[in-house]
């Protein structure tokens, strides 16, 4: 039995996998209070399985690239719970996660960094997960479509390009459409996927104090001189 977490999007979500199937919960739309949703969510789940956290196996959580505070947050909450119970922990790419999820072959996950910039990762699915193929990048959205956007194949083996940087960078989407790439900013790194990943057995099991968030970017907010230099507000 897992319990899953993932909040690398403002779209926190928490996952139960027990006896054999997958029930999940979704965080209220527009809420951004992840910290006062996600463990009464985990806790209704757990609750409807008849069981409680001391009898699950492991949890897993998303471990970005994303909103820092939401990956803190899984991270977090992840650690709490497997030290109070003496669990394993399993980190899960919120890029690999969002890849799994869209059900595709070929898969270009787009993660909205904010400052202008956009997380990125290739994947192919594979028996045993979502094998990467390159590194995942940070990078502006122009620098992205120039670069990220292939066509490995043809038909149906053409990648699908997902993820929310699709609404926030338009360029994005028009670009992958110019190169014959379908397309669905509607998919977001969801705790259903994470539960999935991690129960095909291919992940390690780290001890909870091993457990940590991927940022990928280390600055948080762009200082006052480049929010100016950009025509923003002091």
Not at 101 to 126: F, H, K, N, P, W
Not at 137 to 144: F, G, Q, S, V, Y
Not at 190 to 202: K, N, Q, S, Y
Request: net charge negative; with cysteine; proline share 6%.
């Amino acid at each position: 039995m897992l319990l899953a977490i993932e909040c690398a999007t403002p779209a926190g979500s928490v996952a139960l996998w027990h006896d054999g199937e997958l029930v999940s919960r979704d965080c209220p739309s527009g809420s951004h209070h992840h910290s006062q949703t996600l463990l009464p969510l985990a806790s209704e789940l757990l609750a409807e399985a008849g069981v409680t956290a001391a009898a699950l196996d492991g949890v897993a959580y998303g471990s970005g690239p994303g909103a820092f505070t939401g990956l803190r947050m899984a991270c977090g909450i992840a650690q709490g719970v497997a030290v109070a119970h003496d669990l394993p922990v399993y980190s899960v790419s919120s890029l690999a996660a969002l890849a799994w999820g869209s059900g595709a072959s070929t898969v270009v996950s787009l993660i909205d960094a904010r400052m202008g910039e956009v997380y990125a990762g290739v994947y192919q699915r594979t028996q045993t997960g979502m094998t990467q193929l390159g590194k995942t990048r940070l990078a502006p959205p122009e620098n992205i479509a120039g670069s990220v956007f292939q066509r490995p194949g043809t038909g149906e083996h053409l990648p699908l390009v997902c993820g929310n940087a699709l609404r926030a960078y338009p360029l994005l989407q028009n670009a992958a459409q110019e190169r014959g790439l379908r397309c669905d900013a509607g998919k977001i790194p969801h705790a259903r996927a994470v539960a999935e990943i991690a129960m095909l057995g291919e992940l390690e099991a780290l001890d909870p104090a091993q457990a940590l968030p991927c940022y990928v970017r280390n600055k948080v907010a762009k200082t006052t001189a480049e929010r100016l230099a950009e025509g923003g507000r002091n």
